[in-house]
């Protein structure tokens, strides 16, 4: 499912002109596999085995298939909360932690109206409250989600 609706939508960017694209994946897909809990990798590995399968097929489809001459950003979120934002996005070598989604999509839609977006091109890991290399509104000039969320929660 994933990786046919992503190949429609390589070749929709393409027949309309779309250079930039950012997807969403997980903690553990493609060559992430060591940064998810343990818990998780076992559920990789069983009930979730063919979704991550799926994942993985979808990513190839950026990393050398039709998407590779795509500007991507291919985002591996930690697991996701039903939170407020909270702007502490790290970007991660090391076993994962959770992430508000609000934080998730901020980053996504940065890394498509960014023009010198730091991440295009690569795969990473998001997570809160961990080590990592900070991903913060100074380090891209702009952050429009994050911005449009606060607006809207004032």
Do not use: H
């Not at 591996?76 to 508000?100: C, H, M, N, Q, Y």
């Not at 901020?106 to 290399?133: H, I, M, N, Q, R």
């Not at 509104?137 to 952050?143: A, E, M, S």
């Amino acid at each position: 499912m994933l990786t046919d609706g992503t190949a429609n939508i390589i070749e929709a960017c393409k027949a309309k002109g779309v250079k930039r694209v950012s997807v969403v994946t997980s903690i553990g897909a493609g060559d992430s596999a060591n940064q998810a809990p343990f818990a998780f990798k076992i559920l990789m590995a069983t009930v979730m085995r063919g979704i991550f399968e799926d994942k993985n097929r979808q990513e190839k489809l950026f990393i050398d298939g039709p998407g590779s001459d795509l500007e991507y950003c291919i985002v591996r979120p930690g697991g996701l909360k039903d939170e407020p934002p909270t702007g502490d996005i790290k970007i991660i070598d090391g076993e994962a932690g959770s992430i508000p989604r609000a934080d998730v999509a901020a980053f996504c839609l940065d890394a498509v109206t960014v023009e010198d977006f730091p991440y295009v091109g690569k795969t990473p890991c998001l997570s809160t409250g961990v080590s990592g290399t900070s991903w913060t509104k100074k380090d891209v000039g702009g952050n429009t989600a994050r911005r449009a969320m606060n607006e809207a929660n004032q």
